[in-house]
């Protein structure tokens, strides 16, 4: 397991624009990337997922881009509504890591009006 | 259930008390994980249970914090002789080894 105790970076964006939020990850050999979402005062919530075999999967309106060669992941948010105002973590898992979660430091969306 | 869920969702104690904090994981889920989170700040892994595995211990802050999962269901983490700096929130996890994992809405720790 990993330790996050870092203040979060936040990414301000004005609401109907597209949000892109990314995410290094560590471990190479990672296999396994997910994107969390969480609201004030909840839980984080499972975004979207994607294997290491693939390079882009799309959910409604949010698109995970993978890049392998720079270990490299990013969340994008089509026409951001105020209800996309949240912290996002990314996170990896792999064999390596016995399949427990790697967690990103997380990023602050904040939507302006 | 229908989801993870975690009580008392609040909790406020005093200095040098001892906490109990419980999570329900999701029923069929073999690994259960918690994490702390301090206000504006990510996630701090604690513990990771898996099926009959030994628990993954290394993210334990001190020899006061313990966790024990009965059955290979409910989890309970327990807080020896509380510090105001274990306030925090405290998140519970379940899932299926190396998918998705499910969170509690989590326990707020008040330490005063």
């Known amino acids: 397991g990993e330790s996050v105790g870092l203040h979060l970076p936040t990414l301000s964006v004005q609401e109907g624009d597209n949000s892109i939020i990314n995410c290094a990850y560590s471990n190479s050999a990672s296999d396994y990337f997910i994107w969390y979402k969480q609201e004030s005062g909840k839980g984080p919530q499972f975004i979207i997922d994607?294997?290491?075999n693939m390079d882009k999967r799309q959910g409604q309106r949010v698109t995970v881009l993978l890049n392998k060669t720079v270990k490299h992941l990013s969340l994008q948010i089509a026409a951001t509504q105020p209800g996309d105002s949240a912290v996002y973590f990314c996170?990896?898992?792999?064999?390596?890591?016995?399949?427990?979660?790697?967690w990103g430091a997380g990023t602050k969306l904040i939507i302006k009006p | 259930g229908a989801g993870v869920s975690q009580s008392p969702s609040n909790k406020v104690t005093e200095k040098g008390k001892d906490v109990e904090l419980r999570c329900d994981p999701i029923s069929g889920h073999t690994a259960l994980y918690w994490y702390r989170q301090s206000l504006g700040q990510g996630l701090e892994f604690l513990i990771y249970f898996q099926g009959n595995s030994a628990p993954d211990k290394s993210g334990l802050p001190s020899d006061r914090f313990s966790a024990e999962r009965t059955g290979g269901s409910v989890s309970t983490l327990t807080i020896q002789r509380t510090q105001q700096e274990d306030s925090a929130v405290y998140l519970c996890a379940s899932s299926f080894p190396g998918h998705e994992q499910f969170f509690g809405p989590g326990t707020r720790l008040t330490v005063l």
């Open positions: 994607i294997r290491s």
């Open positions: 996170a990896e898992t792999g064999e390596d890591s016995n399949y427990q979660l790697i």
